[in-house]
C-alpha cells in the first residue's frame, strides 16, 4: 500500500463524508472499529486513522484491513485526547465529518442513511441518538456485555442554542447537540470555529465540548432517533477510566498528564473534581461560552443550581474524602462573594451519590431504549455488537428507513403538548362563549333601546305632523284675515261712485257715512 503525504493509503479528493478514527494503544479494538467502518452500502467516504500510540499496533492493525479507503497518519509524539482529535480533523477531507472511538462501531447503514437526510433537508449537522455496547473487557463490576439500543424511528428539527440552554439547565443531554462524536458535521462548521477560537477542541473533553462548540454555530439541525454507531466502553476508555472508576488507573493518569503537557485545564469555575457527573458538561459549556459567545445573556449558567447538582453528584462515604469534595467545589466559587456566603450558610449536604452505571434498573424495553445482555448471544467485541442491533432493529437488509416511529418519550411530550392545547383550547373557548354571551345581552339591551328610540321617534313625528297641520291652518286664517285688511285698508281710496259700480250697489243703498 502506498504513502501519501499523510500516511498510509492513496489520495482521496473530497468525499462526502470523513469517519476520523482517534486511537491510542488500542488494537484490539481498533480492529472490531475497523470493520464495521469497511462495511457501509455507500462509496464516497474515507476512514481516517489519526494513531496517538507508543508503538507499531495500531499500523499494522491498518495493514492488515488492506482498504485503500483508509489513510493513516503516523505517531508524533503522545498527544492529549483533544490535541489528537484536533490533529484528525485538521487532516479530514470530508464535506461532512464524524469521529468514531476506536472502540465504537459504524452501524452499515449510516453513512447511506446521513447522505440522504443531510441532502434532503439541507442542514450542516446530523446528530443521532448512540447506542451503548459494554465490552467484556471494561473492568468496572457488573457493566459488562450490556447493549442498549433506542428503538424509535424519527427525525426532527433542533435549535442550537434552544438545546444549549436545556443542556446547561440540565433538561436535556449534551449528546442531542451535534457532538462530532454522535453527529455528522460540516467542515465549514469545523474551519468557523477553528476561524474564531483558534483551533476546535478548547479543553479536556474533545467530544463534549464540540456539542457546544459546534452547537451554537449549527442554529438549526437534524437529530434522529436511529442508531447511526453504537458507542463502545473498554478497559481503555478514557470516560470509563475518568468518569467511572474511583480509583487511580493508568489510563486516568495517563489522561491527565497529557491534557496538563499541552496546556488543557479545567475552567475555573467549576470544581477539580473530574468525576463529578455535572462538571464535564458544564465545563465544556464555559470555555464555549467565553470562545464564542462571551456576551449572550441569554445562555448563562445558573450557577447556584449547579452548585448543587456537584454537591449531589459526591459518590464519596467516608467523611474526609466528602470534605475534600465540598471544599473543591467551595473553592470554584471564590470569584463570587455572594456564592461563597450562600455556600458558607446553606449549602446541603447529600447523601453519598451512586457512581455512574450504564445497567438500568431493570432489562428490556423501557419506553426509550431497549437493554439486553450480549454474553448469551455470543457478542465479543463492537463488530458483533453491530450486526445483533441491525438484527435486532430490523435494519440488516440494506433498505432504506421509514423516520415514523416515535419514540415513548417524544410520544409523552406530544400528548403533554396537545394535552395542554385542548386546555387552552378550552379556556379559550370558555372565555369567547362569556364574551358572546355578554355580547348577547348587549345586543338585545340596545335592541331594546332602539326599539324605544323608534317609538320616541314616530311619537316626535306624530306630534311634528300634528304641530305641522295646526300652523298649517293658524298661518291660513292668518292669511285670509291678512287679506280682508288688506282689502278693506285699499277700499278707502276708491272714489264712492267708483266703488258703488265695482260693488254694484242696489239702488237706494248708501255707503257707510255716505
Not at 5 to 26: A, D, Y
Not at 203 to 229: C, E, H
Request: glycine letters at 6%.
Amino acid at each position: 500500500m502506498p504513502l501519501d503525504e499523510s500516511g498510509l493509503g492513496p489520495p482521496m479528493t473530497s468525499p462526502r463524508f470523513s469517519v476520523v478514527l482517534p486511537t491510542r494503544n488500542r488494537p484490539e479494538t481498533l480492529r472490531y472499529a475497523l470493520q464495521t467502518c469497511l462495511q457501509q452500502d455507500f462509496d464516497d467516504y474515507e476512514v481516517l486513522v489519526c494513531d496517538n500510540g507508543d508503538g507499531r499496533a495500531a499500523r499494522d492493525v491498518v495493514l492488515e484491513a488492506a482498504s485503500t479507503r483508509i489513510r493513516y497518519l503516523e505517531p508524533t509524539v503522545p498527544l492529549a485526547m483533544s490535541a489528537n482529535w484536533e490533529r484528525a480533523l485538521s487532516q479530514a477531507r470530508g464535506e461532512f465529518i464524524t469521529v468514531l472511538g476506536d472502540d465504537d462501531g459504524l452501524m452499515p447503514f449510516a453513512l447511506r442513511e446521513a447522505d440522504r437526510l443531510l441532502r434532503d433537508h439541507g442542514t450542516q449537522a446530523l446528530v443521532w441518538q448512540r447506542g451503548i455496547y459494554t465490552w467484556p473487557t471494561i473492568g468496572i463490576d457488573g457493566e459488562a456485555n450490556l447493549l442498549r439500543l433506542p428503538l424509535a424511528r424519527e427525525v426532527v428539527a433542533l435549535d442550537g442554542r434552544e438545546q444549549i440552554a436545556k443542556a446547561i439547565r440540565f433538561e436535556a443531554g449534551y449528546d442531542t447537540l451535534p457532538m462530532v462524536y454522535s453527529a455528522f458535521v460540516h467542515r465549514d462548521l469545523v474551519e468557523r470555529h477553528r476561524r474564531i477560537a483558534g483551533r476546535v477542541f478548547l479543553n479536556v473533553y474533545p467530544d463534549v465540548y464540540s456539542a457546544f462548540g459546534l452547537g451554537y454555530l449549527a442554529g438549526r439541525y437534524l437529530s434522529t432517533s436511529v442508531p447511526m454507531s453504537i458507542a463502545g466502553l473498554s478497559h481503555a476508555s478514557n470516560g470509563v477510566a475518568t468518569l467511572m472508576n474511583a480509583s487511580n488507573n493508568v489510563v486516568a493518569t495517563d489522561f491527565t498528564r497529557l491534557n496538563e503537557q499541552f496546556g488543557y485545564f479545567r475552567h475555573p469555575k467549576v470544581p477539580d473534581r473530574m468525576a463529578l457527573g455535572p462538571v464535564h458538561v458544564i465545563d465544556c459549556f464555559l470555555h464555549a461560552k467565553d470562545a464564542l459567545f462571551p456576551d449572550d445573556d441569554s445562555l448563562t449558567l445558573d450557577r447556584k443550581d449547579f452548585t448543587r447538582r456537584c454537591l449531589a453528584a459526591v459518590f464519596d462515604a467516608t467523611p474526609e474524602r466528602r470534605d475534600e469534595a465540598r471544599q473543591a467545589i467551595r473553592a470554584s466559587l471564590e470569584d463570587a462573594p455572594d456564592l461563597l456566603a450562600w455556600f458558607d450558610a446553606e449549602a446541603p449536604d447529600f447523601p453519598p451519590a451512586r457512581m455512574f452505571s450504564f445497567q438500568p434498573p431493570r432489562l428490556g424495553f423501557d419506553g426509550v431504549m431497549l437493554s439486553i445482555r450480549t454474553d448469551s448471544a455470543r457478542v465479543r467485541n463492537i463488530a458483533d455488537a453491530v450486526a445483533l442491533s441491525c438484527e435486532l432493529l430490523g435494519m440488516e437488509d440494506g433498505t432504506l428507513i421509514n423516520y415514523d416511529l416515535m419514540s415513548w418519550s417524544r410520544l409523552h411530550e406530544s400528548v403533554a403538548a396537545l394535552t395542554l392545547s385542548e386546555e387552552r383550547a378550552r379556556r379559550d373557548e370558555a372565555a369567547a362563549q362569556r364574551l358572546l354571551t355578554d355580547a348577547g345581552a348587549d345586543v338585545e339591551r340596545a335592541t331594546s333601546q332602539l326599539r324605544d328610540a323608534e317609538r320616541a321617534v314616530e311619537e316626535l313625528r306624530r306630534q311634528l305632523a300634528s304641530e305641522r297641520n295646526a300652523a298649517a291652518d293658524h298661518a291660513a286664517r292668518l292669511q285670509h284675515q291678512l287679506g280682508e285688511a288688506l282689502l278693506a285698508s285699499s277700499l278707502r281710496y276708491v272714489p264712492r261712485r267708483l266703488l258703488g259700480k265695482l260693488l254694484r250697489r242696489p239702488p237706494g243703498r248708501t255707503l257707510p257715512n255716505e
